[in-house]
């Protein structure tokens, strides 16, 4: 059998998983039922228009709903230095949680503003991308081409334009990540703390993006030369130091 062909079953067989799989709602927090309940509403996947804050920046995000991507909030140290380096603190909630929908990178398309686009390197394992014309943040991939997820950041979703509102579009977060890193406490209505179920059905999307290989083609690296749109700036100790004021932890 080829290649593909095995994918292919590997892709039934998953979806027959998926298919399966009842997410039971957990009697420790009620938010977590109410959560599944309102992203398991079929929503039609739209075109979300991405704007940098200024508009140099722009593209397009396809395919988007809640049962495409991933939405979760990050209080990780490193989404916190981000945030800061870029002088947007703006772009974290109260308790520096930042609002990240995981999606394939594929279905990301810049289509301009390219010269402006920059990348930052807290840690080895993430690039983080921005806007360098108004310091807007993008999002966060893997610091290599192949992984098939990137962390769009709410600042470069445009949803004012068609009146599209985040919870809407993207379905309430998830699940909350690295909370022993906020930095005050979290509001009420805040994102529940990570499950099994939430685990297992963020690998089975990324597992099915990447069989399908919705990983490719992506924005932020050249197809060809596998080389990253703009070098990743790496940042001295004391500058990561000054950013952050502890170890690194990342996931987002
Ligand atoms: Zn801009
Ligand atoms: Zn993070």
Known sequence: ??????????????????GRTKFRANTNNP???????????TRVPIEL??????GHVHGVANEVAPSTGF??????KDCQAFAHFLERPDVLDAAGGTDIFQMPTGRVKLAAGTDA?????????VFRWYANCCRTPIGNIAAGPRFPLVGLIHSFMSHEADDHSRDRVLGLPLCRIFERSAVGPLPPNAAPPPSLAVFALRGSRLL??????????????????KAPLSPPQWLTSRERKHWQSTELEDEG
Not at 32 to 41: D, L, M, P, S, T
Not at 210 to 220: A, C, D, I, Y
């Open 71 to 76: 939405r979760l909030v990050c209080y990780c």
């Open 208 to 225: 099915g993006w990447w069989l399908r290989g919705l990983g490719r083609p992506t924005p932020f690296f050249d197809d060809f030369t």
């Open 49 to 54: 228009p991405l704007r940098c804050r200024c």
């Open 31 to 41: 938010r977590y039922g109410q959560v599944f309940a309102g992203n398991n509403e």
């Open 1 to 18: 059998m080829s290649a593909s062909g095995h994918k292919g079953q590997y892709l039934e067989i998953l979806n027959r998983f998926i």
């Open 117 to 125: 686009v920059r990348c930052v390197q807290f840690s080895s394992k």
